[in-house]
Every structure is written in C-alpha cells, then in structure tokens.
C-alpha cells in the first residue's frame, strides 16, 4: 500500500515537473523593467544606441528629444537575440511584451516596437523612419505607434497603430480615435503585444496608464513568425525618429517575456471577425407566429404535466390506496360458539324469493333497536346456526334466515 502511495505522489511530481518546465519562460529570454535606475542594472540586459538615454535618475528611457544634428533617432534592444523555433523536437516559442510610454504632440514619427534579424547594425542610422534602415535585405517586424501620416507609406491618418512586414508599409492598420485615444497627447500610455505560436497571431493592445488591459485587441492580424526567420536569431527593441522636430518619446517601463509551448498545447487559429463575419441575420418572426409557437409549447406542458398526474394517481391507487379483498366463499372451517342466542341488530331486509333475510350486525351482551318494514322496534332473538371467522372479525353483516 505504500509502495503504490509513493509511486503516486512520484508520478504526480514528475508530471508537475514536465508542465512547469514546457510552459514556462526561458529565464534568460524573460526581463521586466519597472523603471530604468542603476541598482535595477538594465544596462547589463538593454543597450542604448543614437539618442537614446536614460534621464531623471532612472525614471525612464528618453529615446528622441533635443539633438545637436537636426534628425533625433534612439533605439534601446534587448542584447540577447531570442529564437522563435528552438528545440528538438521542434517548438514553436511565443512571447508577450509590454511597455509604457509617452509621446509629445509635435509631429513626429512616434513609437516602434521592433524584431530584426542578427546581422541587422543596430548602431547604424540613415534617417529611416522610427529609426530604422530605409534598407529593405533585412527581414523585420515592426509594430509602430504612428503620430505622422506620409504619404509615402500611405498612412491611414497621424494616429494610428500599424502591423509592418519587411518594410514600413502597414499590412493591418486601426485608427487609434476608434479607442479615444491620442498618440503624441503626452500622456502615459502603454501597450501590450502577444504572439501566439499555436494560433500564429499577433495581437496589440492599447489603454491609458493605470487602466486594465483590453479585453478586445485593437489589432489582430494572423502571421507565421516561424516561417520568417525560421531558426534564426532575431533581437527585439523599441525604436523612434522626430523626423526634424522637437518631439520626445520616452520609456517608462518595458518587460519580455518568452515561453514554449508544446505541440500537443496548440490551437487552431481563432479569430473573433471570422466568426462575426459567418454570423446569419437576425430574423424577426411575424407576431402571430410567435403567438402560436408559445400556445403550441404552452399547451404542451398542460399535456405534459396531466399526463403526469394521471400516471402519479394512478400508481397511488394501486400501492397505497388498496383495498383489502374478502374471499367470496367461505375457505375456513365454521366455528362454533356456546351461545345458542345471539342478540343483534337489524339493519335492512332483504327479499330473496319466498325467504326474508336480515342484514344484521352481531351485538353481544346487549340490546340495539331495529326497525324492519316500517314496523316499529324491538329486539330481535335470533339462532344462528353458523358463523364463519372472518364474518366475525371483519365485523361485517351476518345474513339470518329466518324460517
């Protein structure tokens, strides 16, 4: 008994194990950055290239603001370069990030979020939009915070979030007033972007500062990062450009965090628009036909519910209410008594022919009126010849003959 209890626990440990060590994080691919001040020692895991610095004693990252050169871009990446397909067998890896920021309402090119390959110069700038390469060999990701429309990219307006793919024209675009928000208000904001390998999706969210997360994403768009860089290593960061103005994007707080997910774990894509799009119309009925579906289902529950009744009514009669059943002859022995004279009282006469019969009740030891024939009262003696036990214990009516 305490070898099964052992092995158990044993097989339960072990399964607890294997859960925690497939769905959780890889430590050295998760950071979490409350603020940017030296004891919290990002400078070990994020490196600062162009104008980017950290200000105020930690508080946060300025990435553009006043330069010397007309153009301010600023980048801070993470040093480490993370794989999405890693393993063997083969695994898909997912991530999450967030980040808060704000963004000064002059004109400007705003905030990115990045992932480029390795072998992109992450110190070299050529007055690219949010600080990135106009080249295009590189293969990138760019989810950008847009604050200017150019025309070039074909903008939607100067306040919107973008999905970007090998370049800086956006695949999936939302309108960031649709949630009444304003990009450059300079108000703390932050965001939340989730790839899910099972569901090959891409998801942003976006609030104020100090609000729950969205539940419903401002952008959804379904892609397969797998298939872009395959087992190549790729670095995250977060990129921005003023483009000749004064604009200032700041960082007040970034975490990273990467997971794997087995295979068995998966899902199949679930995007809510496919379904509201395969959604029928709403049809109104015509209020008489409404009017004879609810008489229709209301005369089936009366049915339903007599039927019921009847079938509860009627097992009751059968199992409780019984009545008992006396024999219609006489199975036991007569009985005989010591009496030769039984006292009773007549109840009714009967005819049966040339005879006349009593129905009568046996009363012992006293004396009852009777009435026959509407003939006054009185005491009737009669002989009994025979008396059967059940007639006496019942107590029922003794038929007399009298000669």
């Known amino acids: 008994m305490a070898s099964i209890s052992t092995s158990r626990y044993f097989a339960a440990l072990s399964l607890l194990i294997l859960f925690f060590k497939t769905v959780s994080s890889d430590s050295n691919s998760t950071f979490d950055f409350k603020n940017f001040a030296e004891n919290s020692k990002f400078e070990l895991q994020l490196a600062l290239y162009g104008d980017a610095k950290v200000v105020n004693g930690g508080s946060f990252v300025q990435i553009t603001g006043?330069?010397?050169?007309?153009?301010?871009?600023?980048?801070?990446?993470?040093?480490?370069?993370?794989?999405?397909?890693?393993?063997?067998?083969?695994e898909i890896v997912s991530f999450s990030t967030y980040f808060s920021f704000s963004i000064s309402p002059e004109s400007g090119d705003g905030l990115a979020f990045d992932m480029v390959p390795i072998g992109f110069p992450l110190n070299v700038f050529d007055n690219g939009s949010f600080g990135l390469l106009d080249d295009q060999k590189f293969r990138t990701l760019v989810v950008e915070f847009d604050t200017l429309m150019d025309n070039k990219y074909g903008d939607l307006n100067a306040n919107h979030v973008g999905i970007d793919i090998d370049g800086l024209v956006s695949l999936k675009v939302s309108n960031v007033s649709s949630i009444n928000l304003v990009l450059n208000s300079g108000e703390k904001l932050q965001s939340w972007i989730d790839y899910e390998a099972g569901s090959k999706r891409l998801e942003v969210r976006l609030s104020k500062l100090g609000e729950f997360r969205p539940v419903v994403p401002l952008i959804s768009f379904p892609i397969d990062l797998s298939l872009m860089?395959?087992?190549?290593?790729?670095?995250?960061?977060?990129?921005?450009?003023?483009?000749?103005?004064?604009?200032?994007?700041?960082?007040?707080?970034?975490?990273?965090?990467?997971?794997?997910?087995?295979h068995w774990m998966h899902s199949q894509p679930v995007d809510p628009m496919a379904f509201?799009?395969?959604?029928?119309?709403?049809?109104?009925?015509?209020?008489?036909?409404?009017?004879?579906?609810?008489?229709?289902?209301?005369?089936?529950?009366?049915?339903c519910g007599a039927l019921g009744a009847f079938v509860v009514l009627f097992v009751w009669t059968l199992l409780v209410n019984r009545r008992p059943v006396v024999p219609e002859e006489c199975t036991a022995q007569p009985v005989g008594f010591e009496y030769e004279k039984f006292k009773v009282v007549a109840d009714k006469a009967i005819e049966d022919g040339k005879k006349k019969k009593l129905q009568v009740h046996v009363v012992v030891g006293q004396q009852r009126q009777w009435d026959y024939g509407g003939g006054g009262g009185g005491v009737l003696d009669v002989v009994v010849e025979e008396l059967c036990w059940w007639q006496w214990w019942w107590g029922g009516g003794v038929v007399v003959v009298l000669g």
């Open 229 to 262: 860089w395959k087992e190549q290593e790729v670095f995250v960061g977060l990129s921005s450009s003023n483009v000749n103005s004064s604009q200032t994007c700041n960082v007040y707080s970034w975490s990273f965090r990467l997971r794997q997910v087995p």
């Open 66 to 90: 006043s330069s010397s050169s007309s153009l301010s871009a600023g980048r801070v990446f993470y040093r480490k370069p993370i794989k999405l397909v890693d393993g063997n067998p083969r």
């Open 276 to 303: 509201n799009n395969k959604t029928r119309t709403l049809t109104v009925c015509k209020r008489r036909y409404c009017l004879s579906k609810i008489l229709a289902a209301l005369i089936f529950v009366i049915a």
